[in-house]
């Protein structure tokens, strides 16, 4: 069974940086495209970020130029840097495979904005 970990969030001022990560295990990331997605209060989920089994990357328009996903094959491990942060992107985060069919949900990571 695959098992998805996310991990990195926390308070930031505007403008400020986090980096978040997804351990994995069951699946290989040098193998599988994954994605970052996102959950504001209220809101939809959405996908913010993803990266191809051969590592190209696609980013949402809110965050292009801001964000960054990469991964380390030898830790199964997918990140997300955050740079320049908003109040806008205060939300939970997740990792998951960038269409269905999904793998089980981890519990996300909260990242949260202030002025």
């Known amino acids: 069974q695959v098992q998805l970990v996310e991990s990195g969030g926390g308070l930031v001022q505007a403008g400020g940086s986090l980096r978040l990560s997804c351990a994995a295990s069951?699946?290989?990331?040098?193998?599988?495209?994954m994605g970052w997605y996102r959950q504001a209060p209220g809101k939809q989920r959405e996908l913010v970020a993803r990266?191809?089994?051969?590592?190209?990357?696609y980013y949402a328009d809110s965050v292009k130029g801001r964000f960054t996903i990469s991964r380390d094959t030898a830790k199964n491990t997918v990140y997300l840097q955050m740079n320049s942060l908003k109040l806008e992107d205060t939300a939970v985060y997740y990792c998951?495979?960038?269409?269905?069919?999904?793998?089980?949900w981890g519990q996300g990571t909260q990242v949260t904005v202030s002025p």
């Open positions: 990266i191809t089994s051969g590592g190209n990357t």
């Open positions: 998951n495979r960038p269409a269905q069919p999904y793998y089980y």
């Open positions: 069951g699946i290989s990331f040098s193998i599988n495209p």
